[in-house]
């Protein structure tokens, strides 16, 4: 199993990115694949999940009607459309994936122990 992140860079504040995973060794289906991200000095914190087995979207609240995950399933590939984006986005971002039916993924979304699989992060700074 591997996730390989791609579209990390520098960008201004206000504005957009967009991150690439990319999932070989296993299919969607049933799995979450979830977006974290770490700052310098700051605990790895999770920022969207895409549910396969629901379809359901997680975002967390600083990132709401700014960020919206997506999936191309044929591409085996998940998205993190980013706009509007602010200073205090600038983290290294994370693509993250475990099995599991909605009912165990929707309380732990967020949880980074609950991930099995890690990709190595694309950097993302938003700075003037």
């Known amino acids: 199993v591997q996730l390989v992140e791609s579209g990390g860079g520098l960008v201004q504040p206000g504005g957009s990115l967009r991150l690439s995973c990319v999932a070989s060794?296993?299919?969607?289906?049933?799995?979450?694949i979830g977006w974290f991200r770490q700052a310098p000095g700051k605990e790895r914190e999770g920022v969207s999940c895409f549910s396969s087995g629901d379809g359901t979207t997680y975002y967390e609240d600083s990132v709401k009607g700014r960020f919206t995950i997506s999936t191309d399933n044929a591409k085996n590939t998940v998205y993190l459309q980013m706009n509007n984006l602010k200073p205090e986005d600038t983290a290294v971002y994370y693509c993250?994936?475990?099995?599991?039916?909605?009912?165990?993924?929707?309380?732990?979304?967020?949880?980074?122990?609950?991930?099995?699989?890690w990709g190595q992060g694309t950097q993302v700074t938003v700075s003037s």
């Open positions: 993250a994936a475990f099995y599991g039916s909605p009912w165990w993924v929707d309380p732990r979304w967020s949880d980074v122990r609950a991930y099995k699989y």
């Open positions: 060794g296993f299919a969607f289906a049933d799995y979450a």
